[in-house]
């Protein structure tokens, strides 16, 4: 960036360049943020760093007035994504850091306490969406791999494992030779459809309409031999339905779901919230030791794949009132009612 164009910034009180410098003054020994108000220095008295740790080691100090030591993490973190994203392949730690004028260390503490997740778990993320995308429109697997980001074939495939729980191959042909069990009953909500593999539940949804269910089911694995009930599937249906005509404590059911290591921290801890009490997104992310991570609590919940299994309905905005649901908030509305009522048999 010219020179020039940081002093135009400065004399401006442009707040768009808080984060990418600082500028320093060196009759007072102090440095600022572009945004600050106070009285323009001279130019000839200005220098200008990258990073507030870059002002501090030649021995500047932060300006009190406009909080020089603070940054809008939120901008950071857009700015970041938005240049992860943009990379063909995955950027080092020290690329976004600079791209944002943060030493590293600074950067990835407040881009994994805004997100709940780290740069690189970000990026994995993304990729692992481009990924699937690209198979779903029907993609090859050399083409998609190479404009996903990844750089070999066993970078990949060690993806596959980790995200998707089949070969490449596999999730291009929808879940072809998967098998994924599946019932369809009338509860106290509506229509409830359950899936599961063998190793647990991967689905369960709510709605009025049985063919809507089905076909959301069959959206992604388009290829999988979906079977309609087994005993272990009869056994666990029963339970969520006994459970939901108030008939029967919640179940700790076991599910199979594929998730990143924030979400599965999230879902888990969902489920050690006692039936009849509810928290907030804040109360989450302080839970779990991350308390700017809120809204990534908030992305965590949205995307539950299992209503009732990942009890995400006990989560209500702070603010009051229900909020939203994946299954309408209508029913989550009636949940909560459910889990509240003396008639409850708790165990």
């Not at 010219?2 to 600082?22: C, L, M, P, R």
Request: charged share 20%; proline share 4%; hydrophobic share 35%.
């Amino acid at each position: 960036m010219k020179t020039e164009t940081k002093w135009q910034a400065v004399i401006s009180n442009d707040a768009h360049y808080d984060g990418v410098f600082v500028y320093a003054i060196k009759t007072t020994g102090i440095y600022c943020k572009p945004s600050c108000k106070s009285r323009t220095p001279n130019h000839v008295n200005v220098e200008y760093y990258k990073t507030n740790e870059q002002a501090e080691t030649a021995g500047y100090r932060a300006c009190k007035r406009c909080l020089a030591r603070q940054v809008n993490s939120q901008e950071i973190i857009k700015k970041a994504c938005a240049f992860i994203v943009a990379q063909d392949g995955i950027p080092k730690l020290s690329a976004v850091a600079a791209h944002v004028g943060l030493s590293p260390n600074h950067f990835q503490k407040i881009f994994s306490d805004g997100l709940g997740i780290s740069p690189r778990s970000f990026s994995d993320n993304h990729r692992q969406q481009v990924f699937k995308k690209l198979l779903q429109q029907g993609d090859d697997i050399s083409g998609a791999l190479y404009e996903a980001g990844f750089s070999s074939s066993s970078r990949v495939y060690e993806f596959a494992h980790r995200y998707i729980g089949m070969t490449p191959k596999a999730y291009q042909q929808g879940g072809k030779n998967h098998q994924i069990w599946y019932s369809l009953v009338s509860c106290a909500l509506g229509m409830m459809l359950i899936a599961a593999t063998e190793k647990g539940i991967c689905s369960v949804q709510l709605g009025d309409d049985e063919n809507a269910l089905r076909i959301k089911l069959a959206q992604e694995f388009h290829g999988a031999d979906l079977i309609e009930s087994d005993k272990q599937l009869t056994k666990w249906t029963q339970v969520l339905v006994d459970y939901l005509a108030g008939q029967a404590a919640w179940p700790m059911l076991p599910y199979d779901l594929k998730a990143t290591a924030f979400q599965r921290k999230v879902w888990d801890h969902l489920r050690t919230i006692p039936a009849g009490q509810t928290y907030n997104y804040s109360d989450v992310a302080n839970a779990l030791g991350q308390p700017k991570a809120a809204r990534a609590v908030a992305r965590a919940c949205a995307t539950n794949p299992v209503a009732l299994v990942i009890p995400c309905h006990r989560i209500i905005p702070k603010s009051g009132g229900v909020g939203g649901y994946r299954w309408a908030a209508e029913r989550k509305q009636k949940l909560l009612e459910l889990e509240q009522s003396e008639e409850r048999v708790l165990k």
